[in-house]
């Protein structure tokens, strides 16, 4: 037959028991080793973010010499349409003003 299972509360302190057991096993680093260690990777925290710093400004700047920030946004116009026109008639008018000011402007 198979075998009942245990209640959940108790594989739960069987987990923590086990836990504890693997840290008792651990060999756990000196303080001067531990302060040594914290200092490297400080270091190394600092050092990338004043790398990673200085690599964004200076793309910054290269894609300002490159215009990339001078974009115009389009703009949008709307239309009222009135009740009486129909999409179509709406739509003709609006593609021929469109050509005009296009003529115009060249």
């Known amino acids: 037959m198979a075998e009942k299972k245990k209640n959940i ?3 739960i302190g069987e987990g923590f028991k086990k836990v504890i057991l693997e840290l008792k096993k651990v060999i756990w680093p000196s303080k001067e080793k531990l302060k040594s260690i914290s200092a490297v990777v400080l270091v ?35 239309v009222a349409i009135p009740s009486e026109t129909t999409v179509a008639e709406t739509v003709a008018e609006t593609v021929a003003e469109t050509e005009a000011e296009t003529t115009e402007a060249n």
């Open 44 to 78: 190394v925290i600092v050092f990338f973010a004043i790398l990673l710093s200085a690599v964004s400004y200076f793309a910054h700047l290269g894609l300002e010499k490159a215009g990339f920030y001078d974009l115009k946004p389009t703009e949008v116009t709307t």
């Open 9 to 11: 509360f108790a594989r």
